[in-house]
């Protein structure tokens, strides 16, 4: 299907959202008209503007408060329309929308709506031009897309059709179903837009929320499903009013709405094979849908690379060796030291002819790559592709198997292994490895500490690159600010991606930011299947735990009514605790924070908790924020 967005939904000035939109590789745009109106040159110098970029106008909107109108405001609205027809000649656009009549003085008299707009659609036809009507959400008379078929019916034009927005009808919760209803060739084009859920006036909610599909929560696809299934053809557009998207590069909005995009086309036609067409009913105009290769079948995290200098490995390698980790040995042709524990796998990567150190310049000591488990490591990659991604190798010495990976949106890497994948491959050993402490067994999530208006691009990648389903989010109290976080996690809860972001300067996550110099990860948790033993092993080596506060031990045993010697044992560990409505128990202690950037955590679940403890992280925000302040009144 041909892809379309509308220019509203991008900031900067016609020729930049022009630009962005041409690269992002859409075919068409829907001209919004202060678009032109903010324009520094004729109708005609835009048509030649989209067309050297190999674009086309798909539709001009919107023309607004057009029909249910008294006879003298009719005649009025048709001058006006044939003035708009006019610069619709100049652009080359061949369909206009008119969107349902938002003054309080519109009449409700379908019959009138009906007449006036075959009148404009008479009028459109001479010029060769197409009239779509759409419901807007508060319109005075029409909302639904249902009542504006209805007046579409009535008004029997062979050059007025139906425009569907999805949210406008979803924002409602309108129905979906009656789409499938509506004569294919009558359905003259498709917006979508998801939204998160919020309560608020719906125009309010349209003018400053909406975001691409798959950003929000919305069911886009099966809006867009109903339309494919009556019969549509023509573009999927995208329309998007968003505060964030205003102050966001043009380029990598572009970018996000095209791979929502693509994500989206997955979906629908998931749903078109799982709906086949009703019996006697004609067959489905054939549509070309994106199928890229599968959704990956991931099976954990492999391991982990922390791009460092000499200084920091040596830091960070005690904090691992405290955590149960042990050094495997040293890269046979790069400066890169490992360490593991039973399959689980860090890196600490000081190589200067490399991407971490690259990566350690811009960021200083950080997460640089993630290493995942997938059965399929080549499908995965191809899809990533498919989805916009960008492929890397890192360069490789003699007889080194090479890794390829894809870099994630904050520029670090997502290596793609197979299940028979050993990190120690290329390293040599050291002498007299032995076995492992068995303090942890596995990465249970990593957090990820993200700008503002970053997030829905990484809630977009994670969910279409590797379908990653988006959980609850949380708005979490820090001394300093609010803190919002969601988490994504696959089907097997292997692979947990907890997003965090921050609109205050001063809450950790901010502080996080500021040290990084961007996103970046923040938080590592490791399972463990006895929290206690772990705690007392980490405290014997010597590394710094939390301190959480006498308080919260007091509170706890009053909340929930825990035994009371199962309390004390918590407090003499300094262990955080949460129970779920099931009864699943989770246990988890956190580190002090490794040069204001990031922690480890250690967590056991037990009972099928599936959550992350979010009742402790205010407790844990605190902790930390004292942590730092004590530490910054140390320091010369």
Partial sequence: MRRSIATVSLSGNLQEKLLAIAAAKFDSIELFEN????????????????????????????????????????????????????????????????????????????????????????????????????????GAQVK?????????????????????????????????????????????????????????????????????????????????????????????????????????????????GMRSLLFLEEQIRGQLEESPAEPGRAPRPRVDLLDPPPPPDLSGVAFLEFAVDATARGELARWLEGMGFQRVGVHRGKDVTLYRQGD?????????????????????????????????????????????????????????????????????????????????????????????????????????????????TWLLFYRAVLRLKPEESWV????????????????????RFPLSFSESSRTVVARSLTTFSGAGVNQVAFSTGDIFKAVRALRKAGLELLRIPENYYDDLAARLGLDEAFVEKLRDHGVLYDRDAEGGEFLHVYTRTFHDRFFFEIVQRQGGYDQYGAANAPVRMAAQSRTAARETSLTP
């Fill in 35 to 138: 678009d032109l109106l903010f324009f520094d040159g004729t109708a005609r110098d835009v048509r030649a503007m989209v067309e050297d970029v190999g674009l086309k106008i798909s539709l001009f909107q919107p023309f607004r408060d057009f029909e249910g109108v008294p006879d003298e405001v009719f005649r009025r609205n048709l001058d006006r329309a044939e003035r708009k027809f006019d610069v619709m000649g100049d652009l080359d656009a061949k369909m206009m929308l008119v969107c349902s009549n938002v003054s309080p003085a519109a009449i409700a008299d379908d019959e009138r709506a009906a007449a006036q707009l075959h009148e404009l659609a008479e009028r459109a036809a001479a010029r060769g031009i197409r009239i779509g009507y759409e419901a807007l959400a508060w």
């Fill in 476 to 495: 979490l109290p820090d001394p300093y600010g609010l803190v919002k976080s969601r988490a994504l996690a696959n089907a097997a809860r292997n692979v």
């Fill in 344 to 456: 689980l796998a860090i890196a600490l990567n000081a190589e200067p002819e490399s991407f971490a150190h690259s990566y350690y310049l811009l960021h200083g000591v950080s997460v640089c790559a993630i290493g995942l488990r997938a059965a399929d490591p080549a499908g995965l990659l191809s899809r990533a592709e498919v989805f916009g991604c960008q492929r890397f190798e890192e360069r490789v010495g003699p007889d080194e198997a090479p890794m390829p990976g894809l870099r994630a949106p904050d520029g670090s890497l997502i290596y793609v292994v197979d299940e028979s994948f050993d990190a120690a491959a290329d390293f040599v050993r050291d002498r007299g490895e032995g076995a492992s402490a068995g303090l942890v067994s596995a990465v249970d999530h990593v957090g990820q500490a993200l700008p503002g208006d970053h997030f829905d």
């Fill in 144 to 256: 639904t897309y249902g009542h504006v078929w209805e007046i579409v019916r009535r008004a029997a034009h062979s050059h007025l059709g139906v425009i569907l927005d999805s949210f406008h009808t979803l924002a409602l919760g309108d129905g979906v179903e009656g789409i499938a209803h509506i004569p294919g060739e009558k359905i003259f084009f498709v917006q979508l837009a998801d939204a998160p859920l919020l309560k608020m006036d719906v125009l309010s909610w349209s003018r400053h929320f909406r975001c691409f599909p798959g950003q929000g929560d919305f069911d886009v696809a099966a809006f867009a499903a109903k339309a494919i299934e009556a019969g549509y053809t023509g573009p999927l557009s995208l329309e998007i009013f968003n505060d964030e998207f205003r102050a966001t590069a043009p380029s990598r909005t572009a970018r996000d």
